[in-house]
């Protein structure tokens, strides 16, 4: 009997482990963002607690190595003037690249040319802090500090479907 109790107990932690979150959270998550300590490019400290400035804010976690992170931002990177011009939005590139390759961040970004504010997290203290468990995760922040979209992956038209969530903040 023992033995079965152990053996359901280690399946049900197995389970739990593996379970896949879901891709799409509510709009009602309401979650403050963290105060974190990050840098920018230029290794000038950046606070978590600081990055909204009165209006929404995107904030893309990424790296170097993530095809999808990089497919996601750069089809972001062709409206967002737009969307800046309609909604007063500012993007947050989270790089998550380690000592390795966080030297590639910048010639990536110079390269591509982006308008986003990219911030390092190379202890992934702010991935932490997130509860982020892979890239791309991108979330979407009201202008008081609430987390209120979240979205895990990249596939094709997500974007389209975070501009709505962006539009309906907008609209409150």
């Not at 799409?24 to 998550?29: D, F, I, N, R, V």
């Not at 998550?96 to 961040?105: A, F, L, N, P, R």
Request: net charge negative.
């Amino acid at each position: 009997m023992t033995k079965l109790i152990s053996y359901l107990f280690v399946c049900a932690v197995a389970l739990n482990a593996f379970a896949q979150e879901p891709t799409h959270e509510s709009t009602s998550l309401l979650k403050q963002l963290p105060s974190v300590k990050l840098v920018d490019m230029k290794g000038k400290a950046v606070n978590t607690d600081q990055l909204t400035t009165g209006g929404p804010v995107i904030i893309s976690f990424w790296a170097t190595w993530c095809a999808p992170c990089k497919k996601e931002l750069n089809t972001i990177h062709e409206v967002y003037e737009d969307w800046v011009e309609e909604t007063g939005v500012t993007l947050i590139a989270v790089a998550i690249d380690d000592e390795k390759t966080k030297s590639q961040v910048p010639v990536y970004v110079n390269g591509k040319a982006w308008d986003y504010t990219v911030l390092m997290d190379p202890n992934w203290d702010f991935k932490r802090a997130m509860g982020v468990n892979n890239v791309p995760h991108t979330f979407l922040v009201d202008k008081n500090g609430n987390i209120v979209y979240s979205h895990n992956n990249y596939a094709p038209g997500d974007e389209e479907e975070l501009y709505h969530e962006l539009l309906k903040l907008s609209e409150k």
